[in-house]
Nanobody
Framework: QVRLVESGGGLVQAGGSLRLSCAASGIIFTIGDMTWYRQAPGKDRELVAA???????NYLDSVKGRFTISRDNAKRTVYLQMNSLKPEDTAVYSCNMVLTTNRGPDNPWGQGTQVTVSS
């Protein structure tokens, strides 16, 4: 069974940095798009950053210039480097991947990691 495990969340002061990681495990043949989402209390989930298998990226407007998404296919891992963090970045961050596995296509989610930015 394929699993995504996130790490790197925590409490940081405004202006600080965090690096999130999301690693896939299981029998995986190919990895397509890798995406980070976030959901703050009382708000809808929103796409923060995405990276294609070819390395193309796109970002939520409010994080452009501050966040960087990257991937390491050999490690089956996607990263989110978050700099100049703001209190409004506080949310649960979750990763998602488009996979081809031994059981066919899959689109698993990680369990989520809490990011809290204090003012």
């Amino acid at each position: 069974q394929v699993r995504l495990v996130e790490s790197g969340g925590g409490l940081v002061q405004a202006g600080g940095s965090l690096r999130l990681s999301c690693a896939a495990s299981g029998i995986i043949f190919t990895i397509g798009d890798m995406t980070w989402y976030r959901q703050a209390p009382g708000k809808d989930r929103e796409l923060v950053a995405a990276i294609t298998s070819g390395g193309s990226t796109n970002y939520l407007d409010s994080v452009k210039g501050r966040f960087t998404i990257s991937r390491d296919n050999a490690k089956r891992t996607v990263y989110l480097q978050m700099n100049s963090l703001k209190p409004e970045d506080t949310a649960v961050y979750s990763c998602n991947m488009v996979l081809t596995t031994n059981r066919g296509p899959d689109n698993p989610w990680g369990q989520g990691t809490q990011v809290t930015v204090s003012s």
